[in-house]
């Protein structure tokens, strides 16, 4: 598995898995396949695949810790600017076939319903992560200042589950709602538990070496 991540063809062919539900989107446009209210699909489709590009970006930390295998970090990045062009195609989908490009009428619609400002919020925050990922920004930020902004994502995420979840509220339907909160839930607390699990496991040994030396 570690041969086959770090094989040259492994970054194409993620590529290329990321972009099949944009073409499968495309293609049930052409061939009349997104039921009786195609626009409405597009919206709802663009929007569900940023949420599950989210979940899997932030899977490859606890899946490279937990599998042991460092190489998954290299697809980070890609993911994530993934998720910018999912929540790029969503606004766009919302934009075009829901307010016809009416820039007056979309941002007083930004300002009236909660659900599309959160959203909107959000992918101010993506966009800001996707300007900073590359290895400039991060020279010029400095490693714990990119970190930290990076940390967002977190932010993100609950964003994202508040778009998701005002947007169903009307209808009354939780049951996809509850079945990403629950994903991200998982994958957040992992990291949190993560983090503190490092900063006892580094107090311990630094107490230790005090220990050892004498030290008060």
């Not at 009786?36 to 569900?48: C, S």
């Not at 606890?62 to 606004?91: C, D, E, K, N, W």
């Not at 319903?113 to 010029?140: D, H, M, Q, Y």
């Amino acid at each position: 598995m570690r041969k086959l991540l770090l094989h040259p063809a492994a970054k194409p062919v993620v590529f290329v898995l990321c972009l099949l539900p944009l073409a499968w989107l495309v293609y049930a446009a052409f061939a009349d396949q997104l039921g009786a209210n195609p626009a409405e699909a597009l919206v709802r489709a663009t929007g569900d695949w940023t949420l599950r590009a989210l979940c899997v970006v932030l899977a490859v930390t606890p899946l490279r810790v937990i599998t042991s295998t460092p190489q998954l970090a290299r697809f980070r990045r890609m993911l994530g600017l993934f998720v910018f062009f999912y929540g790029v195609l969503h606004l766009l989908s919302y934009s075009w076939f829901d307010m016809g490009f009416d820039v007056p009428d979309i941002l007083r619609d930004i300002a009236k319903r909660p659900f599309i400002l959160v959203g909107t919020l959000a992918l101010v925050l993506l966009a800001v992560l996707a300007a900073t990922s590359f290895n400039r920004a991060i020279k010029a930020l400095g490693g714990k200042r990119w970190q930290a902004l990076h940390r967002t994502v977190y932010a993100v995420a609950g964003l994202a589950i508040l778009h998701f979840f005002w947007m169903r509220a009307g209808k009354n339907n939780f049951g996809e709602v509850a079945v990403y909160a629950g994903i991200l839930g998982v994958l957040l607390g992992w990291r949190l538990w993560h983090r503190l699990r490092k900063r006892a496991t580094t107090s311990a040994g630094a107490a230790a070496r005090r220990s050892a030396v004498g030290a008060p």
